[in-house]
């Protein structure tokens, strides 16, 4: 026996007699027992612990799962999280007395059998331990625990939803929905639960998900400076381990687990106007007026809860909204998508012939309390009662409400309020209240109360489609669970119009983004509070290169409108939301990268580059895709802003011209500038400025081609709103560089040809040339139409049919 299992050994003697003396005094943590059988699976093992069974399973190929049944019967296996089917390769069992074996490909769990202990070594080989139980799971109750090692210089980050650095090493964290208006850097927890985390330490990487949906908790070296622990208050332990060995192999295999995201219409990348509230009908037309005549491209506009006759959901306010079919007509003809709020919560006005509540009520579609009476509690319209999005014939019931909105041409559904939050001192409803299942049976809403939101946006997109087949919904959720993004985009909820906000941003999208919700975005220049001119000007920078662009504001705050605080600070706003635009198709295709792969579009510096381990630490700095490098502006402060790339060659986006590598860069960007850089080998599509994304730029489709190694790009497009690309109706086309000293060669290829663009023409730019080419050839041909830009040191062509492959050679 090797000392490592002896000195464990030593540690779960000191551990047991510990136990022992607490559990005689009627309390404390019992851990599991030593093993005392084995038996083979076809995918793993099964483990006798005394009372316990426990199951270490190969789920797919770098994916292993843990499962515990206390006294020895598990229950049926099901999850709200998990989609993806198991498919174990061939996995080989070893018993070798003291310990158990599992290897599958390069991946190796040894499970010690007394104490009964787990290790994972990752896709490094078995020789290489990745991950280590530093004592063995035990139970308090219906409470359990797992603990880790904590190794030296590891980092953790995930978790989705949680405020201050996106290093979660040093803190702990609890998982419970909460509505946290102005939460601020230690607030926790917040909105969304899930029970997701990275490691990663010397550019290697493995993760951890908790599927579990009650309270839970993570502590990243508190209470123990060499442990770190995960656990819950009640259900069956069960968790997944994914090798690595790098971070973008883990956060691919987690998404693949629990669904990815889905791929929004185009318009959703679109600028969306919002705030608490415009009303009447005349202010919505005023808004959207100015957006056009201001000449400021925007792609939706929100009501918020006033639109609604007493606050209540799926009613409208004929008083202030007397023409409101007409008025979504008119929003979109201009090119406005109408976005409305749909609460949860159904107002309880029995024999009003409030339509929602009384057909929810003949279907038995409410929550009950412990007693089998209706749930009842305040919210916005005052007494409320709540849908059982537990119950398939409750979702059914809840998306049919959309049905007249949707028949007006009502464009997106934003369900807020789903934590749930309700009017009470608790915040939310009683852990006791009924969820009744499709079975005929029942739980708890403390086993529901994490899900709670993921399903009420289930409820909204099922619903939603149903009733415009073959179309993609928009829906944006504030609450969730793991897999949420199944169904919903999301936001941070009620941030502040602070400059602290503005910084935390980034970490918080960041962190959603490897934690499977990757649309998502911050209310620009805050909830809260209103923003003075340069805070909200930084903030519409930033948020240009974020995957949801809202803004939204408060009732009763100052304006947060791109036109707000005067002309000058409109034009720099104005300014980076047509950047926006002009990216659109790079944005476009890196979002279905996204959807197919899980891997973020916006995504820390890490992701792509995990030996980097200066920017382990990094909460400012993010990549959009893997071209372009982002250091907004989030700091109200005169100091110069320290800028430090990953390894490589770099442009600047503005200028076209290389950026000097030698030393970091100490910028002092003025209040119309952002910090903006692209990687030397990247290829962009960008398009010309539109208003709305339904209107057809005029122009040719733009390829800035930047020099470098791995010269590579790709476009990706479709129509933008149905669902017709999942049976192959898209584009995609490759597009690749080479260069020596005295040549550069770039190729399109088309990958998928089952869709018509809306450009024939295309404009290729090619930066990093010292001076005027001698010869540009196109497919063979000597080019004679061609321009030489001087100050961008680039070359544009142009290419008059270029849906096709071609070859554009440059001679120095």
Not at 123 to 145: H, I, K, Q, T, Y
Request: hydrophobic share 40%; glycine share 8%.
């Amino acid at each position: 026996m090797n000392n490592l299992l002896r000195w464990d050994r030593i540690v779960f003697t000191v551990l047991l007699v510990l136990v022992w003396a607490s559990a005689c005094a009627g309390q404390g943590w019992q851990p599991l027992r030593p093993v005392t059988a084995t038996a083979k699976l076809a995918d793993g093992v099964e483990l006798t612990a005394g009372p316990a069974k426990v199951r270490v399973t190969v789920f797919r190929e770098g994916v292993v799962r843990v499962r515990v049944a206390t006294n020895g019967k598990f229950a049926k296996d099901v999850s709200w999280a998990v989609v993806e089917s198991p498919e174990p390769p061939a996995v080989l069992v070893e018993d070798q007395g003291d310990r158990v074996i599992l290897t599958c490909a390069k991946t190796q769990v040894t499970i010690g059998k007394s104490p009964l202990l787990i290790r994972f070594t990752d896709g490094r080989g078995s020789d290489v331990v990745a991950d280590e139980d530093s004592l063995p799971m035990a139970w308090n109750g219906n409470r359990f625990r797992v603990w880790k090692k904590l190794r030296e210089n590891e980092s953790f980050y995930g978790l989705g939803d949680k405020a201050g650095p996106m290093n979660r090493r040093g803190r702990s964290f609890s998982m419970w929905n909460t509505d946290r208006p102005g939460w601020g850097e230690t607030s926790d927890p917040l909105y969304i639960t899930v029970p997701f985390f990275i490691s990663l330490r010397s550019g290697h990487a493995y993760g951890i998900f908790l599927d579990n949906t009650y309270r839970s908790s993570f502590d990243f070296g508190v209470e123990s400076s060499s442990d770190y622990s995960f656990g819950a208050d009640d259900g069956e332990l069960n968790y997944y381990y994914f090798a690595g060995p790098d971070p973008q192999t883990v956060v691919a295999a987690y998404s693949a687990l629990v669904g990815g995201s889905v791929l929004p219409p185009l318009w959703g990348f679109g600028y969306q106007q919002s705030r608490w509230t415009y009303t009447p009908e005349a202010r919505v037309e005023e808004v959207a007026a100015r957006l056009r005549r201001d000449r400021i491209p925007a792609d939706a506009i929100y009501l918020d809860i006033d639109y609604q006759m007493g606050l209540a959901p799926f009613t409208i306010n004929r008083s202030t909204f007397p023409q409101f079919e007409e008025m979504v007509g008119d929003l979109k003809r201009n090119g406005f998508h109408t976005v409305l709020i749909t609460d949860l919560h159904i107002k309880y006005a029995p024999n009003t012939g409030y339509q929602a509540l009384d057909s929810g009520l003949r279907d038995d579609v409410f929550v009950k309390r412990s007693d089998g009476t209706l749930y009842i509690a305040p919210v916005w319209p005052g007494d409320s009662v709540f849908p059982d999005f537990t119950l398939t014939r409750a979702r059914k019931w809840w998306g049919e409400q959309y049905s007249e909105f949707v028949k007006a041409g009502v464009a997106g559904f934003w369900n807020d309020m789903d934590e749930p939050s309700v009017f009470v001192p608790a915040k939310t409803m009683p852990s006791d209240n009924l969820h009744r299942l499709d079975d005929g049976t029942a739980t708890n809403h403390a086993e529901i109360h994490n899900v709670y939101g993921m399903l009420n946006s289930r409820a909204t997109y099922e619903g939603v489609l149903k009733l415009r087949p073959g179309e993609r919904p928009f829906v944006l959720t504030r609450a969730s669970y793991a897999g949420g993004a199944r169904y919903a985009a999301t936001w941070t909820g009620d941030n502040s119009a602070s400059w602290n906000h503005l910084g935390m941003t980034v970490p918080n999208l960041l962190s959603l983004g490897i934690s499977g919700f990757p649309f998502a975005g911050a209310d620009v220049g805050g909830f809260g509070g209103t923003p003075d001119a340069a805070l909200l000007t930084r903030w519409f920078e930033a948020a240009a290169l974020q995957p949801l662009f809202r803004s939204h504001a408060e009732i009763n705050t100052g304006p947060h409108e791109p036109w707000a605080d005067g002309a000058e600070q409109e034009a720099i706003r104005r300014k980076f939301i047509e950047l926006r635009y002009r990216l659109l198709p790079y944005i476009y295709t890196q979002f279905e990268h996204t959807a197919r792969t899980g891997i973020p579009m916006m995504r820390p510096v890490f992701l792509n580059y995990p030996d980097e381990q200066k920017f382990y630490e990094d909460d400012r700095d993010f990549l959009l895709g893997d071209d372009f490098f982002v250091a907004p502006v989030v700091k109200e402060s005169l100091d110069p802003e320290r800028i430090e790339f990953p390894n490589g060659a770099w442009f600047d986006y503005w200028s076209g011209l290389p950026v000097p590598m030698d030393k970091a860069l100490e910028l002092r960007p003025r209040v119309d500038e952002l910090p903006l850089f692209v990687r030397a080998g990247a290829i962009v599509p960008e398009q010309p400025l539109v208003q709305y994304t339904d209107e057809t730029p005029i122009g040719p489709l733009e390829l800035r081609v930047y020099p470098g190694n791995e010269c590579r790009g790709e476009l990706y497009e479709d129509d933008g709103h149905s669902l017709d690309y999942r049976n192959g109706s898209f584009l995609r086309v490759q597009y690749s560089c080479e260069q020596d000293e005295r040549r550069i060669e770039v190729v399109s290829k088309i990958l998928t040809n089952n869709f018509t663009p809306w450009w024939r023409r295309l404009s290729v730019q090619v930066f990093g040339l010292r001076a005027k080419p001698q010869e540009i050839r196109v497919d063979g041909r000597p080019e004679t139409v061609w321009k030489f830009d001087d100050l961008t040191k680039s070359a544009i062509i142009e290419i008059p049919e270029a849906r096709r492959e071609w070859k554009i050679d440059i001679t120095r």
